[in-house]
């Protein structure tokens, strides 16, 4: 059965230190994978598509890399701004347009 | 530019009763999904259209809920009879074209009393 999990569920950071998220899928055919990030009361922001193993998307402390069965989404020195929850989302097979969501990886950063 | 944008952004109704969610994406963008978002269920699929082509409705939970999409642009989701269980945030995204990225509207808190 095709599905996609993240692990943590949770995630406590001290301010600067650097972590990452995991996001595994079991999938016929990956078309895309896509990180979001959401705030409390908002929408998904998105983040990064990665759509083959071996390739790498950057944006200033969030770094998001794939392989043929997982995805990372390492953050750097984190600031408290960084607090959110971060999602993970496959397209799964390359004519199925819709995205399948992860429960997502709520990452808390104090201060 | 403009983003996705929804109507309402808070929506409290009493079992039963009918709702219409609306959705405005993004200018040019010719592909429109809808999602729901629970607690304890996470994000779902419920219906995506492209164009002109008939809508992906795959992922309607039943026949009480359908959406319609205006003259290539506006999307509207409608719940019939409306069940507690209904009760979440119902997100819409568009794209470019179908499979490119997605981007999300604010979402529409529902609240079936």
């Known amino acids: 059965e095709d599905q996609v999990t993240q692990s943590p569920e949770a995630l406590r950071l001290q301010e600067g230190e650097s972590s990452s998220l995991n996001c595994s899928y079991t999938v016929s055919g990956l078309r895309g994978l896509f990180w979001y990030r959401q705030d409390p009361g908002k929408g998904p922001e998105f983040l990064f598509t990665l759509y083959s193993a071996g390739e790498e998307k950057e944006k200033e402390r969030l770094k998001a890399t794939l392989t043929k069965k997982e995805s990372f989404l390492h953050i750097t020195a984190p600031k408290p701004e960084d607090s959110a929850t971060y999602l993970c989302?496959?397209?799964?097979?390359?004519?199925?347009?819709?995205?399948?969501f992860g429960a997502g990886t709520t990452v808390t950063v104090r201060a | 530019g403009a983003g996705v944008s929804q109507s309402p952004s808070n929506k409290v109704t009493e079992k039963g009763k009918d709702v219409e969610l609306r959705c405005d994406p993004i200018s040019g963008h010719t592909a429109l999904y809808w999602y729901r978002q629970s607690l304890g269920q996470g994000l779902e699929f419920l219906i995506y259209f492209q164009g002109n082509s008939a809508p992906d409705k795959s992922g309607l939970p039943s026949d009480r809920f359908s959406a319609e999409r205006t003259g290539g642009s506006v999307s509207t989701l409608t719940i019939q009879r409306t069940q507690q269980e209904d009760s979440a945030v119902y997100l819409c995204a568009s794209s470019r074209q179908v499979g490119d990225t997605q981007y999300f509207g604010p979402g529409t808190r529902l609240t079936v009393l």
């Open positions: 989302a496959v397209q799964m097979s390359p004519n199925d347009y819709k995205l399948s």
